[in-house]
């Protein structure tokens, strides 16, 4: 018996049937070129991140070891018995300040240098100690750059005909100041207790007033300190509450005044060779966990 003619409705399914076998057989292609191209994509990118990274790890390793090498051969320089001529040693004092001065804390050096200028009989004795105080000067000004951009400052003229006669003098008292930072308010104050006009320096009380912020008492740190040319803000300033810092800089001291500013800033912009307290990390880690909730 002859097979029954197929009507036009099992002819237009069998013509579907094979164009939704060849389309499915073509997006499974397509999904497939497309997945093996994102791949390998990906594995191009990752391939050249870390390619990257042991670029940037090779680099910093081979930095480490020049600015180490550099340490060492420029601080035996200060260490040998037969110390070279002060010509020498502001040099050697300039790489170490312009190469070091946010790790490491060079006060002691400019000291000994500038103690060493002092006693010199040298013809070239005043040249050589502006270029010391240039230097300082310099590295106090690309400190605080860095740290007036985090934080809050003041400035302030001392006229150094006021200053205290005697060690037991009474105080000269600055203009205070209230400043804000990550919304702590503090006021602070400066007191002038004693001037050195041969090494250049001033000896200062500094007052810091914190208001309680669960009552309405005061927390006040009471500190003084010697400040000159060679007092660095991110390795010469006082810890203060909530991981942050403040620190005083003199900028200028001729012509009948000093210039000094103050810097309150937080403690992430401290030196190199300043590290925060556990128990300070560990109180901010829960106060923002619990901001968060």
Not at 75 to 91: C, G, H, M, N
Not at 105 to 115: G, Q, S, Y
Not at 165 to 177: C, D, F, M, R
Not at 220 to 228: A, C, K, L, Q, R
């Amino acid at each position: 018996m002859a097979d029954k003619p197929r009507d036009g409705w099992e002819k237009a399914a069998m013509i579907l049937q094979s164009i939704g076998g060849f389309a499915t057989a073509s997006v499974v292609a397509l999904l497939g070129i497309a997945g093996s191209h994102l791949l390998e994509k990906r594995q191009t990118i990752d391939t050249n991140v870390r390619l990257y990274t042991e670029l940037m790890s090779k680099r910093e390793e081979s930095e480490s070891a020049l600015r180490k090498d550099m340490f060492t051969s420029i601080i035996d320089t200060f260490l040998k018995p037969q110390a070279p001529s002060l010509d020498v040693r502001i040099l050697n004092l300039e790489l170490l300040a312009y190469n070091f001065h946010e790790s490491l804390n060079l006060k002691p050096l400019f000291f000994n240098v500038d103690r060493q200028i002092r006693q010199t009989t040298d013809a070239r004795k005043s040249e050589y100690r502006e270029r010391l105080n240039r230097v300082a000067r310099e590295i106090t000004r690309k400190q605080m750059v860095i740290l007036e951009g985090a934080g809050m400052k003041y400035d302030s003229k001392f006229k150094l005909a006021n200053a205290p006669t005697s060690k037991k003098g009474l105080p000269v008292e600055l203009e205070e100041a209230e400043l804000s930072l990550e919304g702590i308010m503090r006021e602070f104050r400066m007191y002038v207790m004693e001037v050195n006009p041969e090494t250049q320096e001033l000896r200062l009380r500094l007052e810091v007033i914190t208001p309680e912020q669960s009552s309405s008492s005061f927390v006040i740190n009471d500190v003084e300190f010697w400040v000159g040319f060679y007092d660095f803000p991110m390795i010469d300033h006082t810890r203060l509450s909530h991981d942050q810092r403040v620190a005083v800089t003199l900028s200028n001291f001729q012509e009948g005044y000093a210039n000094i500013t103050l810097v309150y800033f937080p403690g992430s912009y401290a030196g190199l060779k300043e590290k925060p307290y556990y128990q300070e990390l560990v109180k901010e880690l829960v106060k923002k966990a619990g901001d968060s909730r």
